[in-house]
Every structure is written in C-alpha cells, then in structure tokens.
T-cell receptor
C-alpha cells in the first residue's frame, strides 16, 4: 500500500510560470510533510516542510499547501527557473517514524 | 560540516564478492538511515540506527548487513548479492527529532553482475 502518492510522473513548465506539484497521502497519522529535490547523480536535498498544524508554509519562491481533510499537499514554485528542473519527492511521517517517500515527479522548466 | 559523505560513488561487484558501502556525517546527528532506490521508484527504507543502535530493519535480506561503529559512521556490508540488488543506495542522517528532515548523501550506484 503506497502511503504517499505522486500521481504525475512528470511536469513541464515554461520559465517564469508557476509549477504546481501534487502529493496525496493515505496515512491519517502523518503529521509532518517534506519536499525533497533530487538532481541526477546526487542525493535528495531538503527543500521545504510543513507541519499538520499549518496549512501553508512559504520560503522564497517555494510554498507548500496542506489540505488535511483531502489528505493532499502541493508544492508551488513561482517563478519557475531552469535550475528548478529536477525530481521532486514528497515525504511524510508521524512522530519520529522514518519518512515515507512518494515516487517523485520530474519537473522540466523550459527556457 | 553539513554534508553526508558516501563512498564509493560507484561500485560494480560480482555475485560472490564481499564489499562495503560507507557513510560519514559530522553534524552530530544521532539517527542514520540506509535507503535503496531503484529507477522511477521512491527511496525505500532499509535500516535505521538511533544512537548507534539498530532500531528498524525493514525485513531486509541478510546479504545486507549494516554496521554503525560510532555516531559518525554507518556501513553497509554486502555479500552474495543478486543482480536485482543493483540500485542507488542512499545514506541519510537526522536529528532524532525529525522536524528538520534528513540530510542525504549523494548515494552509491551499485551494479551487481
């Protein structure tokens, strides 16, 4: 059973536009969510997180929205830049349990 | 130092070989993890060490043997692997309180021939 789902394997966006990456989860015990970004031949790097007590967290061009009733979160990148092209992983956990990752979405930002 | 260093970056081994993957961090993190990632799949948890003790083993076959010699080092000993074990092996570390997320290494690309 996949607890964290990223149903779009890929996404292409024009430079300067908004990128929206979506993530759904099934485990209602999850209370913390993170987004990681991964370039080829590198390990994932932490991007932004959100606690279940919030519905939005913003860090520069990156904003994560959490809709607990829908068990859905999304990552907004605006404006998108070519350097944002990477695979983005959504992850969640409850308490101090290990993170559970989604399959990832490959974002391509086209100049 | 805010890095997790993994060596080697690439490894090709035969099914009868014994090899080890190494991971090192100097951030004072007391939780360390091994993940396995295959193409177009999410990272899958293998082992968790907390305060140098194995706290989670996700039913990993015994041909993978983790070791945590001290709070900065994590090894993964490999023996009699199968070609389907070929994958990217990622090490990560974190504070035991996970609110700051994990710091991942760049991974070891393992090919079993």
């Amino acid at each position: 059973d996949q607890q964290v789902k990223q149903n779009s394997p890929s996404l292409s966006v024009q430079e300067g536009r908004i990128s929206i990456l979506n993530c759904d989860y099934t485990n209602s015990m999850f209370d913390y969510f993170l987004w990681y970004k991964k370039y080829p031949a590198e390990g994932p790097t932490f991007l932004i997180s959100i606690s279940s007590i919030k519905d939005k967290n913003e860090d520069g061009r990156f904003t994560v929205f959490l809709n607990k009733s829908a068990k859905h979160l999304s990552l907004h990148i605006v404006p998108s830049q070519p350097g944002d092209s990477a695979v983005y992983f959504c992850a969640g956990n409850s308490g101090n349990t290990p993170l559970v990752f989604g399959k990832g979405t490959r974002l391509s930002v086209i100049a | 130092d805010t890095e997790v260093t993994q060596t080697p970056k690439h490894l090709v081994m035969g099914m009868t070989n014994k090899k080890s993957l190494k991971c090192e961090q100097h951030m004072g993190h007391r939780a360390m993890y091994w993940y396995k990632q295959k193409a177009k799949k999410p990272p899958e948890l293998m082992f968790v060490y907390s305060y140098e003790k194995l706290s989670i083993n996700e039913s990993v076959p015994s041909r993978f043997s983790p070791e945590c010699p001290n709070s900065s080092l994590l090894n993964l000993h490999l023996h009699a692997l199968q070609p389907e074990d070929s994958a990217l092996y990622l090490c990560a570390s974190s504070q035991v309180n996970l609110n700051y997320g994990y710091t991942f290494g760049s991974g070891t690309r393992l090919t079993v021939v």
